[in-house]
């Protein structure tokens, strides 16, 4: 059966999950391995950094399942950064000059730091632009000069991956490069600054 085939690797990858997590292990891999499903997913990506992973797999002709499964994880991990990058944007947007002078005190600090709403609103699309940046790059600083040869050499080794430890490895330092806080003075403060 090709992937062309298969209409279940069309759907979302929360449907297909939930759908697989009935199936029985031997017959999940059986089934992935089978189709290549794999590698079907890890494609279906729009980040820059996934690309780089994809990209980096086939000059090094890896082939591995467990290498797509890592490219996939990856991705995942990638949407839930974006995900809370969203909703921490949620938390400091406001939608007009009044709904920000409800909120008392956090209208005066943001008066002081960003002198009028129309410089706050263009800040802060400055900040959603450049955040969501460096979460799909996978990138801290600066998502234009981005080299990452050494992490992609440790992820992939010589083609055959542990996919739960890099899994959760990755998981982990992406959470840790995410800088935010519940500070108004803080946030208010690292936005005006862009």
């Known amino acids: 059966m090709s992937t062309n085939d298969c209409q279940l690797l069309c759907l979302p990858?929360?449907?297909?999950g939930y759908i697989c997590s009935f199936l029985p292990a031997a017959s999940l891999c059986l089934f992935l391995e089978e189709t290549r499903a794999w590698r079907g997913k890890a494609r279906q990506s729009n980040y820059s950094f996934v690309r780089?992973?994809?990209e980096y797999v086939r000059v090094n002709g890896f082939d591995d399942a467990s290498v797509f499964k890592v490219i996939v994880g990856?991705?995942?991990?990638?949407d839930e950064l974006a995900s809370l990058v969203q909703k921490?944007?949620?938390r400091w947007n406001f939608s007009?000059?009044?709904s920000l002078?409800?909120?008392?005190?956090?209208?005066h600090i943001f008066q002081l730091l960003f002198g009028n709403f129309?410089?706050?609103v263009e800040k802060m699309k400055i900040y959603q632009i450049l955040r969501l940046a460096q979460v799909e790059a996978w990138s801290v600083e600066s998502w234009k000069k981005l080299d990452h040869e050494h992490l992609m050499i440790w992820v992939f080794e010589g083609g055959v991956v542990d996919v739960n430890k890099v899994v959760k490895i990755l998981r982990e330092e992406g959470k840790a490069r995410l800088f935010t806080s519940d500070s108004p003075v803080v946030m208010g403060a690292y936005i005006s600054g862009l």
Not at 13 to 16: K, V
């Open 13 to 16: 990858i929360e449907i297909f």
């Open 52 to 54: 780089a992973m994809l």
């Open 74 to 78: 990856t991705k995942m991990i990638v």
């Open 88 to 90: 921490d944007f949620s």
């Open 96 to 98: 007009s000059e009044k």
């Open 101 to 107: 002078k409800r909120n008392g005190l956090l209208f």
């Open 118 to 120: 129309e410089d706050y």
